[in-house]
């Protein structure tokens, strides 16, 4: 059983960066895919990142391209989300998880463990 734990949420203002984590336990490092999520409020949750396990290939939606950046140290069980140029459209509850598929990375459906959340919240 895999765990994992978010942290590195917070209220910033538009323009600003923020850099999200996600600790694995429960598994080695490189067994698993990660992928990064988000909710706002009244919508589905929806895709923003996803890593392999190697970290060879890597996703993101089109709306963060060019100022998100995804990784993952495997020695630590840990991958990141780093924020740069934050948006108020992207405030949403940031999800991370892991899957033992190589395939439908982009998917929510595709992954087996989730994290509990952390918020991010960018004022105008």
């Known amino acids: 059983q895999v765990q994992l734990v978010e942290s590195g949420g917070g209220l910033v203002q538009a323009g600003a960066s923020l850099r999200l984590s996600c600790a694995a336990s429960g598994g080695t490092g490189s067994t698993y895919a990660m992928g990064w999520f988000r909710q706002a409020p009244g919508k589905e949750r929806e895709f923003v990142a996803a890593?392999?396990?190697?970290?060879?290939?890597?996703y993101y939606t089109d709306s963060v391209k060019g100022r998100f950046t995804i990784s993952r140290d495997n020695g630590k069980n840990t991958a990141y989300l780093m924020m740069n140029s934050l948006k108020p459209e992207d405030t949403a509850v940031y999800y991370c998880?892991?899957?033992?598929?190589?395939?439908?990375?982009?998917?929510?459906?595709?992954?087996?463990?989730w994290g509990q959340g952390t918020q991010v919240t960018v004022s105008s």
């Open positions: 890593i392999s396990r190697s970290g060879g290939n890597i």
């Open positions: 998880a892991a899957t033992g598929s190589v395939f439908g990375l982009t998917v929510k459906y595709s992954y087996d463990y």
